[in-house]
């Protein structure tokens, strides 16, 4: 069986909002860095190490809106954020911009996959995630078998 999805085009805002919120659950130990910054203050009573540890993991936050909005910006990234429509089945995801031009992704490139309450997520590395909303797809048949798959190539449990 192949699911052929409506066309979906990914905002760069939606896009930006999700990479921030992935990277910054992927890495939540960013911010025990600085509240151990913080605990100085126990040991020399100064407000600058607060605001010092408060100024850091800021930058950090910003260093990371600063990349995901850089890939928007970036010309070979330009077809990431064009209308196009999907074919999938169990050997790859076909990615058609139009009839004659796709990207295939085989399901060994995506490293794992998240269902949230109105897409599937799928991540190909830090930065690159397909996001594939509910609403793309032409009926509950297909949203269900394109679980079965993410479930039989252990994406998901």
């Not at 939606?14 to 126990?42: D, H, R």
């Not at 408060?54 to 010309?75: D, H, K, N, P």
Request: positive net charge; hydrophobic residues 50%.
């Amino acid at each position: 069986m192949i699911v052929k999805t409506k066309k979906y085009q990914l905002e760069t805002g939606t896009y930006i909002k999700m990479g921030l919120v992935s990277i910054l659950k992927e890495q939540w130990w960013v911010i025990l860095i600085a509240l151990a910054i913080m605990c100085g203050y126990f040991w020399i009573p100064s407000i600058w190490w607060i605001i010092g540890a408060l100024i850091a993991y800021g930058l950090y936050v910003l260093f990371w809106a600063i990349q995901f909005t850089g890939v928007t910006q970036m010309e070979q990234n330009k077809t990431i954020f064009e209308k196009m429509a999907y074919e999938i089945d169990s050997r790859q995801i076909l990615m058609k911009i139009n009839t004659r031009q796709g990207m295939p992704v085989q399901w060994n490139m995506i490293k794992k996959a998240e269902i949230r309450k109105d897409a599937y997520v799928l991540y190909l590395s830090k930065a690159q995630f397909i996001h594939l909303p509910f609403r793309i797809f032409n009926s509950e048949n297909e949203r269900k078998f394109m679980e079965t798959i993410l479930k039989r190539k252990e994406l998901i449990k």
